[in-house]
């Protein structure tokens, strides 16, 4: 087995650059988990504020339908209730008249196109 000479300075060279390289593998792993938490982060604040978002149109709805012009505006369209003042008008036909009787037109055809008709005339409907 020959002899060697070990030249510590070409050692310590190559333990230097393996030590660099290990650390920029490691700089550039955090450098990617750093990006991939600010995308969750932004993620996380856009539905943050949706949810805020949410909540406050939630609120003013809420506020509405305790308020005294929400229960009017019930009462007037759903309620059928009426202000003391108002003349109510409810529709009735005169006495021993007919109803009145719509006639709906009969819908009409639509025209058939040539090649239809010649396939009707060869194979039949």
């Known amino acids: ?6 030249n510590f300075r070409r050692v310590a060279t190559f333990a230097g650059i393996l030590i660099l390289v ?18 969750q982060r932004d993620e996380i604040r856009a539905q943050a504020t949706q949810a805020m978002q949410t909540q406050i149109a ?3 709805q809420v506020a ?8 009017e505006e019930w009462a007037r369209t ?13 529709p009735v036909g005169q006495p ?3 109803p009145v009787i719509v006639n709906t037109p009969p819908p009409v055809p639509t025209p058939m196109q040539n090649w239809e008709e010649w396939w009707n005339l060869f194979f039949g409907k």
């Open 22 to 39: 290990l650390l920029v593998i490691e700089f550039n792993t955090r450098l990617e988990e750093l990006n991939r938490l600010n995308d």
């Open 96 to 98: 021993g008249s007919e």
């Open 58 to 60: 939630l609120q003013t």
């Open 78 to 90: 759903e309620g059928h209730y009426i202000k003391e003042g108002d003349q109510p008008v409810i």
């Open 1 to 6: 087995m020959p002899n060697i000479p070990i």
């Open 64 to 71: 509405y339908a305790g308020s005294d012009a929400a229960v």
